[in-house]
């Protein structure tokens, strides 16, 4: 069994940066087959995507965080991060990692809260 779990939330001031990480275990080195992506959920409002890491290729982002958040992946730590930059008040949510593997089985983390003061 698969398991995510993400680290380095914390409470930051507008304008700063934050890089969260998110590690897997339970079943060797998944992520060399997996899609790794990092989802945000704020109160109130539905999760949504912020990056998205295919196994090759490029990474997808978010319009709102494009040229502020970078995402990458450590295949062999089965380990990926989400560094964030330029923090706004609106990036304030749960971050959550998600594997996909094979387009078929999905993984979620239990999430960490990031929570950014004006």
């Known amino acids: 069994q698969v398991q995510l779990v993400e680290y380095g939330g914390g409470l930051v001031q507008a304008g700063g940066s934050l890089t969260v990480s998110c590690v897997a275990s339970g079943t060797g080195n998944i992520f060399d087959v997996a899609t790794v992506g990092w989802y945000r959920q704020a109160p109130g409002k539905q999760r949504e995507l912020v990056a998205s890491m295919p196994r090759v290729g490029n990474t997808h982002y978010a319009d709102a965080v494009k040229g502020r958040f970078f995402a990458s992946r450590d295949n062999a730590k089965n380990t990926a991060y989400l560094q964030m930059d330029s923090l706004k008040s609106e990036d304030t949510a749960v971050y959550y990692c998600?594997?996909?593997?094979?387009?078929?089985?999905?993984?979620w983390g239990q999430g960490t809260q990031v929570t950014v003061s004006s």
């Open positions: 998600r594997c996909v593997v094979q387009g078929v089985h999905v993984y």
